[in-house]
């Protein structure tokens, strides 16, 4: 989309490239190349990837504790970040903080196809038996273990409390016309979700240690790269130690949203897991209110009335057309999904 490359062409606007920063590492540039929010540096020691944070330090040495930790535990598929030449993985530079990281070979998966879709949720249940017992001591902020019930209320009322928004505007704008016409079905999906997280047994699992992973939590297709029927996950910034079904449930929305929610597609994810390591039967009941929520709908929401994210109405009306078509299709894949599993 024309309006994606804008935002990415805005992003890059933001690095300050310069030789000094790039005198910071052991390698020589030939050549700079732009790609989505990232830069391509071609080397002498091979091709490599510099990134410009948008995010702390500490959420930095998170990640890469985290990635150091899974890689002892025999996951090789994650990324590694260059130290410089102070032995650093980040480098300060004009007041920004930048990365570099070995370019990952590959291409974006497609989730057209059954056969890349089987490879990455196979590795996907290898990351999370990897992240088995990673200390989240030094790392609570970053644990969303036990808060999903809290978080998902508290979104409820800001649906709420948009609606009231929307609907004291005397001229609407077409976003808001929209919203208005689709706010209550979400609503009613969010409080079906609470419900059922409500009556499952979330919090028992949310003491059990095999329960809980590092989960990726953005498992979009550009961030699950293939090459050579090899899996490679990249981009860990919104990673957390969460219940692992909340990456199951992410994968399984970003997957068959491009089905039209078709209920095959879901059960096909679920069995590649179980042949990893099983998801027993609270686990499902969890899911299958977690899949209620309506996580995209709300963010874009809010992005919108809180003037989070500087996109154009267009932009805005486009994603949220996206996010109400097939609501039907989606409550028949859950109404499927609770027969199929026998969620009570």
Request: aromatic fraction near 14%; hydrophobic fraction near 35%.
């Amino acid at each position: 989309m024309l309006e994606t490359r804008f935002k990415d062409r805005e992003f890059l606007s933001r690095y300050h490239l310069d030789i000094k920063l790039l005198n910071n590492y052991d390698f020589q540039v030939k050549d700079i190349i732009p790609v989505r929010k990232v830069y391509i540096l071609e080397t002498n020691k091979g091709n490599k990837v510099l990134k410009k944070l948008d995010y702390s330090f500490h959420r930095l040495s998170f990640i890469d504790s985290s990635m150091e930790y899974m890689k002892k535990n025999d996951f090789k598929e994650v990324i590694s970040f260059e130290r410089n030449k102070n032995g650093d993985i980040y480098t300060q530079w004009r007041e920004s903080t930048y990365v570099v990281m070995d370019l990952v070979d590959g291409r974006e998966c497609e989730f057209n196809n059954p056969i890349e879709v089987s490879l990455a949720v196979k590795v996907l249940a290898k990351m999370h038996l990897s992240s088995r017992g990673f200390d989240t001591g030094q790392w609570e902020g970053y644990s969303e273990v036990g808060k999903a019930i809290e978080k998902c209320e508290k979104n409820l009322g800001e649906l709420d409390y948009f609606k009231k928004l929307a609907l004291t505007f005397e001229n609407k704008s077409s976003f808001d016309e929209i919203f208005l016409n689709y706010i209550d079905k979400f609503i009613s999906h969010m409080a079906k979700g609470i419900s059922i997280l409500k009556r499952s047994q979330y919090h028992e699992l949310c003491s059990e240690e095999d329960k809980i992973s590092l989960c990726h939590h953005d498992l979009a297709y550009h961030n699950i790269l293939v090459y050579n029927e090899e899996i490679r996950f990249i981009d860990f910034d919104y990673a957390a130690i969460d219940l692992r079904i909340s990456d199951v449930c992410n994968l399984i929305n970003k997957v068959t949203k491009g089905f039209a929610y078709d209920f095959e597609k879901m059960k096909d994810i679920l069995e590649e897991y179980n042949k990893v390591t099983p998801i027993d039967s609270r686990e499902l009941m969890v899911l299958y209110g977690m899949l209620w929520i309506p996580v995209g709908f709300h963010s874009l929401v809010k992005d919108y009335y809180l003037k989070r994210k500087l996109w154009s109405e267009e932009s805005f009306v486009y994603k949220l057309k996206n996010k109400v078509e097939n609501l039907t299709e989606k409550e028949d894949m859950l109404m499927n999904f609770k027969s199929y599993y026998k969620i009570s």
